[in-house]
């Protein structure tokens, strides 16, 4: 019989068994919550982005891993092992080390270089950069190496599958049916040798069925709206809809009145609302100038431009912003400012004004109206306004997002802002 101390010594080092199971119940999660990634829901989305951090976990983890192997070497195996037993259980451990390092490594490489160039954030804290080099190669490049990394994710993935079968059917044979003492002894601290049923060994599957229990129920936590700088305003922001035509009326300007030239004060925001599946998202973006030329009793001869730079367009999470600028959002590699022209205006009541422009929003160009409250005191203004406008009809949300069954059609813009007169009364 085998004798029992030399097999007490024949454990793996400690270092060795926290490492295993911690990457063991790493990748039991990934595989629960790769189907959970499907879809374009904020959930989804999110899952994605926690997929990647948990990519790169096993990746450092495997690492580590690989090194302590080297300087702690691993205890014998059993002698009762066959020629070709040997062999193929040191096949599988060196293929499931390449497994845990290529897996993250080619999802890295698509990520990185992937169109939408979505940064990583570790479980959205710690910042991870890109592969070196892939992006600042051509959109042509970039999209080979993509797919070269997407295949060859997908092709580790399903060797992973067998060879973990393997892996775990080695184990499960050498500890349930072979008369030699247990094996998984080795790997799993306070297990005895001398019993092969040791009940302590349940808490391996009762620890990763919890694995997959907080991986089929984990709800990403929902990301903060962008806030926005506000200033005091006249009266509550509520939408301001168009008077009836019947209502409106155009006032005469006195002879000697003249457009009023204002200067943007800080605290004003520009700040746009909608939903994703439900959910709703606030944003803003944080670099727009505008020229105003107006006064209220100079109507006819008023004028405001707005110029919007639409990459600094924010909504609280980083990696959902990083793809606003894309070809399927924004576009400002192409489209890198969107202008409202306002040179139409009506007084709608007491304070209330309609202005009535053209906005040109990646390169499409469609009538706008802006119904707003506005308040003079001396040399100081305050203005606020609330429209909606389709968004695609400007093209915004392309492909797969061009469809309004999660993100509607309806974007509501809100401006808040304050301007002191920056040319002399009439």
Do not use: C
């Not at 202005?355 to 160009?365: C, F, P, Y």
């Amino acid at each position: 019989m085998t004798d029992l101390r030399t097999l007490a010594t024949a454990r793996y080092s400690t270092g060795a068994m926290l490492l295993h199971w911690t990457i063991a119940a790493l990748i039991v999660l990934q595989v629960v919550l790769a189907g959970r990634m499907e879809g374009r829901t904020p959930e989804a989305f999110a899952i994605v982005q926690l997929h990647k951090s948990l990519g790169i976990s096993i990746l450092l983890f495997s690492l580590i891993r690989l090194a302590w192997r080297m300087l702690h070497p691993p205890p014998p195996e059993p002698a009762s092992l066959t020629p070709w037993e040997r062999r193929l259980s040191h096949f599988v451990h060196w293929a499931l080390y390449g497994v845990m390092i290529g897996m993250p490594i080619t999802g890295w490489i698509a990520v990185s270089a992937s169109r939408y160039a979505l940064p990583t954030l570790l479980f959205g804290a710690v910042p991870w950069p890109h592969v070196p080099g892939l992006a600042d190669l051509t959109p042509a490049a970039r999209a080979i190496w993509h797919q070269a990394g997407e295949v060859s994710h997908e092709l580790i993935i399903k060797a992973a599958y067998g060879l973990l079968a393997l892996h775990v059917l080695g184990a499960l044979k050498h500890q349930i049916f072979r008369g030699d003492p247990p094996v998984l002894p080795r790997m799993t601290p306070g297990v005895r040798f001398d019993r092969r049923f040791d009940l302590r060994l349940l808490a391996i599957p009762v620890a990763l069925l919890a694995v997959v229990a907080f991986g089929r129920t984990y709800h990403p936590p929902r990301p903060h709206s962008a806030p926005a700088p506000v200033v005091a305003t006249p009266e509550p922001e509520a939408p301001i809809p168009p008077e009836p035509a019947a209502a409106t009326t155009v006032v005469e300007p006195r002879p000697d009145a003249g457009p009023i030239a204002w200067k943007v004060s800080r605290g004003s925001s520009l700040t746009f609302a909608t939903a994703w599946s439900g959910e709703a998202i606030e944003g803003r973006f944080d670099r727009w100038t505008a020229d105003i030329q107006f006064n209220p009793d100079a109507l006819d001869r008023s004028r405001v431009s707005v110029s919007i730079d639409m990459a600094s367009a924010v909504s609280g999470d980083e990696q959902r912003d990083a793809s606003l600028p894309s070809a399927d959002w924004f576009d400002t590699a192409v489209h890198p400012k969107a202008t409202f022209t306002a040179t139409r205006f009506e007084r709608t009541g007491d304070g209330r004004f309609v202005a009535r422009g053209q906005l040109s929003l990646r390169g499409v160009s469609r009538p706008l109206t802006l119904p707003f409250r506005l308040k003079i005191d001396g040399d100081r203004a305050e203005v606020s306004g609330v429209t909606t406008l389709d968004r695609t009809t400007f093209g915004v949300g392309q492909g797969e997002w061009a469809s309004t069954d999660q993100i509607p059609a309806k974007v509501t813009v809100r401006i808040v802002l304050a301007a002191q007169r920056s040319s002399p009364s009439p």
